[in-house]
Structures are given as C-alpha cells and as structure tokens.
C-alpha cells in the first residue's frame, strides 16, 4: 500500500453555498464546538451534471468507495459522523423547523443534484482549518476519468494507477458521458 495516504475534511468557510457554510456554522455554534470540518460526497452515478459541476477540467475523476468499508473505516476516528443530506424548501423549514443536530446535513432543495452525503469531524477543544484520515485504497472499487482527457493521456493514467502498490485492483475508465461508442454505435447500425 501507498504510504501517507489520506482523505481531507476542510472548513466550510470556503464553500460558495453561503447557505450551506451558514448551517454549519450555526451549528458550530448552537453545540458549543470549536470546529467543524467536511468533506462531501455524492450517491449519484456518473451523469453530465456532475462532471460539468464538480469536474470540469481535463484533470476531473471521479472516485468510488465500497461505501460499507469506508464509512466503518472512517468512522472509527474520534469526532466522526457522516449522513444523507436532506434537501429542504424554505417554507417547509419555516413551518418544520429543524432540530439543530441536523444542521449539517440540510440544504436547500436547489441542490437535490447532487445526491450528497457528507462526512462531518467536530472538535469540542480544539481549533483545526484541516483534517486528514487515513485512507485504505483497498476502499476505492472504481475509479472513473474526465470525458475531456484525451485517450491517449487517459490509456496513460490508467497504466500508471494500475502499477502504482495498492492500485491493481481497482476499476479504471474513461466516462462516456460525452462521448460512447456503443451509443453511437446504435445510430450507425440502424439500416
């Protein structure tokens, strides 16, 4: 296995849904902690939305966990929770208000998308900006690369992460979300 690897919670201070960042401060605050990290994750398959969202560059992929040993995993570090975000419309939160350790895992119902599941750290004592956690690449089944990297670059990354200790069993692709060829394939075969 590949020494030093880690997974990253970072502040939310940095988040451009100032919704989203606003809860979870306000959650700091209603528990009387000094930090909270995340890191976010989504429950979605491999669809355009995320790609031109949350990858949109030639470097992008996309990596996916054996979700049972990874949360088991992850969760044994002090400080650890994780969930299922709940999407929320605001009337339906004025009228429900929430109870206010759900704060972390709530957000606006414009973000359904994304499918999100989260991992939170909380420190009562101590202040923290990042958090890392070691992460066993035996978790990771799969993982998937930009539609925008070039073949020849994504045969190339594929070799490498193959050959690197640790790598060899995990799943390696390019999507198709922009380009497939069986797709294409369908229209060319029409008579």
């Known amino acids: 296995m590949l020494a030093n690897q880690k997974i990253t919670l970072l502040d939310p201070v940095s988040w451009e849904d100032r919704n989203d960042a606003f809860f979870i401060e306000r959650y700091k605050e209603l528990q009387g902690l000094e930090t909270v990290l995340a890191l976010c994750f989504s429950t979605k398959g491999d669809t355009f939305h995320h790609w031109k969202v949350f ?3 030639v470097g992008g992929v996309c ?6 040993k990874f949360l088991e995993d992850i969760g044994r570090n002090k400080g650890i929770q994780y969930g299922v975000v709940d999407y929320q419309l605001t009337r339906n939160l004025k009228k429900h208000p929430p109870r206010k350790d759900r704060l972390p895992f709530i957000k606006r119902k414009q973000y359904v998308d994304e499918g999100e599941f989260r991992i939170i750290f909380e420190s009562e004592s101590k202040r923290y900006n990042v958090r890392q956690f070691n992460l066993n690449l035996s978790h990771i089944e ?7 990297v070039p073949n020849q670059v994504s045969n ?10 640790g790598c060899n069993e995990i799943h390696l692709i390019k999507t198709g ?3 497939h060829s069986d797709w294409k394939k369908i229209a060319i075969d029409l008579a």
């Open 63 to 68: 990596i996916e966990f054996n979700t049972q």
């Open 142 to 148: 799969r993982i998937t690369l930009s539609p925008w």
């Open 55 to 57: 990858a949109n560059e």
């Open 156 to 165: 190339t990354v594929k070799s490498i992460i193959k050959n690197m200790p």
């Open 177 to 179: 979300a922009i380009e």
